[in-house]
């Protein structure tokens, strides 16, 4: 049984399990807290655990909670997520079931749950971090957009704050219009600036052309993964690919100018970017905070189906940020060859990590 010092706060956390983002991005959110001398509780299962086992070992104290185990399918993404809404309402029922039978056993001073609805308790202070405070729909089912918005409200307001990691000075934005909606739920809101998990990296020589980041759910992630490793065959690029897979244990033989890495920490990732002329990735959220403020030069290629995925590819192709194209469309010798002759606009951005560190320490200090 784990010691509780006396006057240590107790933080209960649970990332989302929909992609590796939610997980990373509460890295330094828990080194903060730990360097608060905060007790940390986690939530979770499966990769999001085991990513956290590796960064952080034994310093966390860690729950078995199933997350909403989404998969996508080869086509019609949004269809699939549509089809799977019951079993995402069954677990949102579930998480809030499994906080009512362990709250006075764990019993956490807050809570902080990354994206997962229904992780909250009406008797402790409860968190939610997420940028999604408007949901993108695809064009045909725009008029559902008030009934999707209500609901997303609805569920929001359950929580006594919310944390949206970015600015809100929309010129600092990365997530636009999800993160600056027209009618914010109801509820204390803070903007704690940007998160991301990548320490500053030394500047080094460019000996990498093309770093490929692989994330999100299955089957999609193993799709892109083939469509680089065909595209890029016969081509005199170096590519490293970066498969997002903890703890894997089958692997993928690399032969030429290829390497092939199953995940990459936080350093390792840093370094990989400070050294590739390109980046090829999917447009998630948690991605673009951690590789555009280091000047990375990246080709989005979201998720098909993946609205919020393609809004923010779009925001940013729109702002000279980025590269964008469909999965359909990608080529890779062509989005290389465009990416070296793109005049990349850098807009500078605050300094990941400041602004939730500095708000973090005011939020304890309400529990003193």
């Known amino acids: 049984m784990t010691t509780v010092k006396t006057g240590q706060k107790t933080i209960l956390l649970s990332p989302l399990d929909w992609g590796l983002g939610h997980t990373t991005r509460c890295i330094p959110l828990i080194s903060t807290l730990l360097a608060q001398g905060c007790r940390i509780i986690v939530a979770t299962d499966g990769k999001p655990e085991a990513i956290l086992r590796q960064h952080f070992g034994d310093k966390l104290q860690y729950e078995r909670l199933p997350g909403y185990r989404v998969h996508y399918s080869r086509r019609h993404v949004f269809l699939s997520i549509i089809r799977q809404l019951p079993g995402i309402r069954q677990a949102i029922r579930y998480e809030q079931q499994w906080l009512k039978r362990h709250i006075g056993r764990l019993q956490p001073n807050a809570i902080i749950s990354d994206n997962r609805y229904g992780f909250y308790h009406a008797s402790v202070p409860s968190v939610i971090l997420t940028h999604q405070l408007q949901l993108q729909l695809p064009a045909g089912w725009k008029a559902a957009a008030p009934l999707v918005q209500f609901a997303l409200g609805n569920m929001l307001e359950k929580f006594s704050s919310l944390w949206v990691p970015d600015f809100a000075n929309n010129a600092a934005s990365l997530a636009g219009e999800l993160s600056h909606p027209l009618h914010p739920p109801?509820?204390?809101?803070?903007?704690?600036?940007?998160?991301?998990?990548?320490?500053?990296?030394?500047?080094?020589?460019?000996?990498?052309?093309?770093?490929?980041?692989?994330?999100?759910?299955?089957?999609?992630?193993?799709?892109?993964?083939?469509?680089?490793?065909?595209?890029?065959?016969?081509?005199?690029?170096?590519?490293?690919?970066?498969?997002?897979?903890?703890?894997?244990?089958?692997?993928?033989?690399?032969?030429?100018n290829v390497e092939i890495i199953g995940f990459a920490g936080p350093e390792a990732l840093a370094t990989l970017v400070q050294r590739s002329r390109c980046i090829i990735c999917r447009s998630g959220y948690s991605s673009l905070m951690d590789f555009l403020p280091l000047g990375a030069k990246c080709i989005l290629i979201p998720t098909p189906g993946q609205t919020e995925q393609e809004y923010l590819a779009e925001n940013l192709r729109q702002k000279q940020m980025a590269i964008t194209t469909t999965q359909a469309s990608f080529d890779l010798p062509t989005q290389y060859e465009q990416a070296q002759a793109y005049n990349f606009k850098v807009v500078p951005l605050p300094e990941t990590n400041i602004a939730m560190q500095q708000h973090v320490v005011q939020w304890l200090q309400a529990f003193s």
């Open 186 to 256: 109801a509820i204390p809101l803070s903007y704690i600036g940007h998160i991301s998990q990548l320490p500053k990296a030394a500047i080094v020589p460019k000996d990498i052309d093309i770093l490929a980041i692989l994330s999100g759910p299955e089957p999609q992630r193993t799709v892109f993964e083939q469509i680089i490793l065909a595209q890029h065959h016969g081509h005199h690029t170096k590519l490293v690919l970066v498969r997002g897979i903890p703890n894997e244990t089958h692997k993928i033989p690399a032969a030429g």
